[in-house]
């Protein structure tokens, strides 16, 4: 639905039936272009539309604000970049039409026909190439303003924040060949190639195969049908349309860039090709001189384009400069579709052109020979630049051929890369497909291996005259506005390196990117410097080749997530989820003090599921352990487990978990829940490195177990309930044991009496497709003893007030071993142990941080987690690592870091709080602010 | 007492062998269904053992064993046994007796892992969206396997074609199965990918 005005009436420029046109006449859209009403075919680009309706300025460029129109009516076009509703940046002479598009030009305040930036014009001496390396600098204060001054001149179109996020994908391809290119020349190669046994990927930056033929006449579409449809008919050949390769790689990487899929914005495909075939053709080049940027100034294949592929005819009175056949093709089609041609001037001949005149677009062009032609389309064929953008990132420098009067490969290219086409040379049709197929054929040997050679006929690039200017000064950079005059000034300056040129000027840095102004920059230069055009060279191209949406590099977007098998419970019981690493976990269920409560008196339960799990089997396990935990495992009985730290080789702690030993050989270890990838890493590294004679095997059992930690005083009676053969009762299942029973039906299911609580509690460990079911009966068995669930806050607020400390919160990235308080459990009389040297030198220094539990003065006040604990003098002594307000004992709680004299108990510390205020806190005699002796936990 | 499946089973609901399953009925073409009930074993022995010779299997290679348990030589050392659900395969017993030469071990990870299979002549294209290998006959034929992420996730992928139609087994950890499932049915979309109900091939 569009609501807009209608446009005024124009000139209609649509054309009746060509040969080769895209246009599908039965299908009408309707747009908008500022607003304006207008219609076009399905088929049409929004360039080829407008044109078709009247329009002739698209947008005005980028320093000076001149009106500017089609140049070259492919996606390179530098002058068609609109916006299209909330996309900015489109490529109007290529992107197709939409029904209901609403096209924007991107610059032109307050309008795009009457641009007050136009107003740049009059002070262009001031502000020619390079000026805001001279400008802008002083008062340096003013630099805010300067800024906010050059972003509103700067080009571009509007990224809107609410814009809905596109999709975007991602694809990995492995083809034999891939051709860069869908010409004659590319389609050869494709066939000859796929012909040969390769797998083939064709790729094509127009939407449709053919390159110059589409637009060719009666012959050329002939041909262009045959190559087509050998190519739609072969398994081995995947088309790309509307497809651009962005960069090539090392190892023949290539980066292939789809767009407008059905349902995909655009994707990134990542080929490994075994062998490149670069057929990207030749691009057109404007011709340097004055006017040459009027709206109605155009290149031949432009205007040929517009003819027989969009049936628009460009202008109704035309002067064609024609150095090449192109342009007498052009000549020909203009004349065709009634076109008046006034003059084809022949440089050949002699023939001159000076200037192109008009105001605000093209009134008459003035010839050599002093005359006056009196026009609106001036159509240019002045020569041909060979994109050697991909050969070049293949290790190949461009040469120039002066014969030719373009850049060619240098030679000096990879076996894994091959050119084909007008960048190789010229010829005619039959040649062009001789030498496509020829090199397709030995791309795909290459590829396979084949050892036989294939005879690949020559392709030279043709002769043709050097004109790049003409006496009259041009635009070089139609994307940047930089003249002839502006790096001839730039040279005279000392800027004679065509690489500092290009810098100096921005000549060339646009969104072209080269394509149309490289080798008129490089003319330019060496003719301001007296060089020939190969003794100045030419500027590196470098990836990508055609713009890529970050949209596109992100691809689609895969940020995996892990779930307990408990999740659907969690979700369907007002859990508050948080973000766990990969995992959703619950953080409470609505009032996690509650929960702390009912752990006390009743009994909860809790989702440990994420805990890290490691089966261990073998006769050498204990040796393992013993390396890797600080403590000592050797005379671990089978069903006892045993509390354990795992340190780095600079003696800080990495993890913690206990073990329990299920039987001689097998052992069941389980980890943090952020350490359960590291720690497999960590116990597989020695291994393999270091032990790889020891005889254990290591499996991950994170995700096989559902593991439950059922908390409280009637713990032991809601297990009971579900386990029928294993005896729960303290005499028989002590604090630190491990059995293996039936839960719930449920058999092989372990059982550890552990307590991170501090709560006479269970954790078991249930196979995972059974976790939803044993939860459920836990929630539904116990419901007359009290029980809840609780989530990972409360567990946090419970092990805060039994003093036990997190790796990674209580400690950090130098936190060694006797600092976190773990002297106990450190045997340096070990043999050996991972961090034993580091804890040795630690214990005879005696320094460092040490971890104590904290209480501040004022029993309500919790002071934020990472404050400092600070000296008198203001210097740092330690920091809060964990705090919380404790429902069982009524007040604030804490563990902290202090520097080893603090750690004493009945010490009165001062913590500065975020807001300044400082406040006292005493070090405690024990970790645990709630029953140090434990005695609940091993009730 | 029911087990579950780390992917929620859609449409209608059945129950095998103790396991809540899918029952949705098969629409052909390219289609995801998930296997996770199927038993699956973990054997570690050495490359040179007696059990590696009774598994007949080697790095980056699956097998069928005459019981119909899929072989899968996943690591070095290490295979992946793959039966119907609620069986136990015969081969796990072979080797389970122990080798006086060589630690063998031979664990349970039914419970531990997803089991999803991705069938139909787009299942390459499909898996190519979200897997970086090569996934060309000449580099994964039917019977290649292969340890790679897919859609960032750690899996064994199983080349398995199933009656010359294209297939693959992607094994990996139980926790990111719905994730995984989820992310291949995205990817699949463009090619009117369909999810059927769970069935018992390799039984």
Not at chain 1, 495 to 516: F, H, I, N, W
Not at chain 2, 31 to 45: F, G, Q
Request: hydrophobic share 40%.
């Amino acid at each position: 639905m569009i609501s807009s005005r209608r446009r005024p009436t124009a000139m209609i420029s649509r054309l009746g039936r060509q040969e080769g046109e895209l246009i599908d006449r039965s299908r009408r859209l309707s747009f908008t272009f500022n607003g304006v009403e207008h219609r076009g075919f399905d088929g049409d680009t929004i360039v080829s539309a407008l044109m078709a309706e009247g329009e002739r300025i698209f947008s005005r460029s980028f320093k000076y604000h001149r009106p500017r129109s089609v140049l070259s009516a492919t996606f390179h076009d530098p002058g068609c970049i609109v916006q299209v509703g909330d996309e900015p940046n489109v490529r109007a002479a290529h992107r197709r039409l939409r029904d209901g598009m609403a096209v924007e030009a991107q610059t032109g305040w307050p309008s795009l026909r009457y641009d007050v930036g136009a107003a740049n014009q009059l002070v262009g001496r001031f502000i020619g190439a390079g000026f805001y390396y001279k400008t802008f600098i002083k008062p340096q204060r003013l630099w805010p303003t300067y800024e906010k001054v050059l972003q509103r001149f700067a080009a571009g179109g509007r990224v809107q924040a609410s814009s809905p996020h596109g999709t975007y994908d991602k694809r990995y391809a492995h083809p034999d060949v891939l051709v860069a290119g869908g010409g004659p020349a590319g389609m050869a190669a494709a066939l000859g190639a796929a012909d040969a046994g390769a797998n083939v990927i064709l790729v094509e930056e127009e939407y449709e195969l053919g390159g110059h033929l589409r637009f060719g006449g009666s012959e050329d579409l002939v041909a262009l049908r045959e190559l087509r449809d050998e190519v739609g008919a072969h398994a081995g050949i995947e088309v790309m349309t509307n497809s651009v390769v962005t960069g090539r790689y090392d190892d023949n990487w290539v980066a292939v860039l789809q767009r407008e899929l059905p349902q995909v914005a655009e994707r990134l495909v990542k080929a490994r090709a075994k062998t490149l075939v670069v057929a990207s053709g030749l691009i057109e080049r404007p011709y340097v001189f004055e006017g040459n940027d009027l709206p109605g100034v155009m290149l031949s294949t432009a205007a040929r384009r517009l003819v027989n592929l969009y049936a628009v005819k460009p202008g109704q009175q035309a002067v064609v400069f024609a150095a090449n056949e192109s342009g007498q093709a052009a000549a020909a089609d203009l004349d065709r579709v009634g076109v008046e041609v006034l003059k084809v001037v022949d440089p050949a001949s002699g023939g001159e052109l000076v200037r192109a005149l008009g105001r605000g677009q093209l009134e008459q062009v003035e010839l050599g020979d002093g005359s006056i032609v009196d026009c609106d389309l001036l159509v240019t064929a002045v020569g041909w630049t060979a994109p050697t953008l991909l050969v070049n990132m293949a290790g190949d420098r461009p040469r120039y051929d002066e014969r030719a009067a373009r850049f060619v490969p240098g030679g000096a290219l990879p076996d894994t890369v091959l050119a084909t086409g007008g960048i190789v040379g010229d010829g005619p049709l039959q040649a062009l497909v001789a030498h496509g197929r020829a090199t397709g054929t030995a791309a795909a040997h290459r590829a396979l291996g084949r050892a036989d050679s294939i005879d690949i006929p020559e392709l030279e690039p043709a002769p043709h005259p050097a004109l790049f200017r003409a006496r009259t000064h041009g635009i070089v950079d139609y994307s940047e506005d930089v003249y002839s005059k502006d790096l001839v000034a730039a040279a005279r300056e000392g800027y004679d390196s065509v690489e500092l040129l290009k810098r100096y000027t921005t000549a060339t840095m646009g969104p072209s990117q080269g394509k149309l102004e490289t080798i008129n920059t490089v003319a330019v230069l060496a003719e301001a410097t007296g060089r020939s055009i190969e003794e100045t060279g030419t500027t590196v191209w470098r990836p990508p080749y055609a713009p890529i949406s970050l949209g596109a590099l992100a691809g689609r977007i895969l940020e995996p997530v892990r779930y307990s098998p408990m999740q659907p419970w969690h979700d369907s019981h007002g859990a508050k989820p948080i973000v766990a690493g990969q995992w959703i976990r619950p953080e409470h269920y609505g009032d996690a003090a509650a929960e702390v409560r009912n752990v006390r008196e009743n009994v909860g339960i809790i989702d440990v599921s994420p805990l890290g799990k490691l089966d261990l089997r073998g006769p050498d396990v204990s040796k393992l352990l013993n390396f890797v935990y600080v403590n000592k495992w050797s005379k671990l009985d089978v069903g006892s487990v045993r509390y354990g730290v795992m340190c780095g080789e600079d003696g800080v702690v990495i993890d913690d978990g206990v073990t329990g030993r299920l039987a001689a050989d097998h052992y069941f270890m389980s980890t943090t829940s952020s350490g359960a990838q590291a720690v497999h890493e960590w116990v597989e590294n020695w291994l393999q490195t270091s032990f790889p004679s020891w005889q254990v095997h290591v499996t991950s059992m994170v995700s096989a177990y559902a593991s439950i930690n059922i908390a409280g005083p009637r713990s032991r009676e809601l297990l009971g309930r579900l386990v029928p053969d294993v005896d729960l009762s303290p005499e028989s299942f002590s604090y630190m044991q491990v059995r293996t029973g039936t839960i719930a039906g449920v058999p092989g299911c372990h059982m550890w009496r552990i307590g991170f609580t501090g709560e006479l509690s269970f954790e078991i460990h249930v196979p995972a497709g059974y976790g939803l079911y044993v939860w459920e009966r836990l929630m539904s068995d116990g419901k007359d003893l009290g029980v809840g669930p609780f989530g990972l806050e409360a567990q946090r607020v419970m092990r805060l007030e039994k003093g036990h400390f997190i790796v990674g919160q209580d400690t950090d990235g130098v936190t060694q071993a006797l600092s976190a308080g773990l002297d106990w459990l450190v045997k340096l009389d070990k043999e050996d142990f991972a961090g034993k040297p580091e804890l040795v030198w630690q214990h005879e220094r005696g320094d460092g941080m040490r971890l104590v539990g904290l209480q501040p003065s004022d029993t309500h006040l919790v002071p934020a987690e990472a404050s400092q604990i600070v000296s008198p003098s203001g210097a740092i002594e330690g920091r809060i690592t964990s705090s919380r307000f404790s429902p069982t004992i009524g007040r604030s709680i804490c563990l902290g870091l202090v520097s080893a004299r603090l750690a004493v108990a009945g010490t009165v510390v001062t913590v500065k709080l975020p807001d300044g205020r400082h406040v006292p806190a005493t070090v405690m005699e024990h970790h645990a602010h709630f029953d140090p002796e434990g005695s609940r936990l091993r009730g | 007492m029911v087990a579950r499946s780390p992917i929620r089973a859609r449409g209608p609901v059945g129950r095998e062998h103790g396991w809540e399953v899918s029952t949705t009925a098969r629409k052909g073409g390219l289609e995801l269904c998930d296997l996770t009930p199927y038993s699956k074993v973990l054997v570690r022995a050495g490359v040179l053992s007696k059990a590696a010779e009774v598994l007949g299997c080697a790095l980056g290679l699956a097998r069928r064993a005459p019981d119909g348990t899929l072989v899968a030589g996943t690591g070095p050392g290490e295979w992946l046994l793959v039966s119907g659900a609620g069986t136990w395969p015969a081969l796990a017993d072979e080797i389970g007796g122990g080798d006086p030469t060589a630690l063998t071990t031979v664990v349970d990870v039914t419970h531990g892992g997803f089991l999803i299979r991705l069938s139909g002549a787009d299942s390459r294209r499909v898996l190519e969206k979200i897997c970086a290998i090569d996934l060309s006959d000449g580099v994964t034929p039917d019977g290649a396997v292969f340890r790679s992420s897919v859609a960032r996730i750690v899996c064994d992928v199983i080349r398995d074609d199933d009656g010359g139609v294209r297939s693959y087994l992607l094994h990996g950890d139980r926790s990111a199965g719905q994730y995984l499932f989820d992310a291949v049915l995205d990817a699949g979309s463009e090619f009117s990918i369909g999810i059927s109900g769970y069935r018992e091939k390799e039984a």
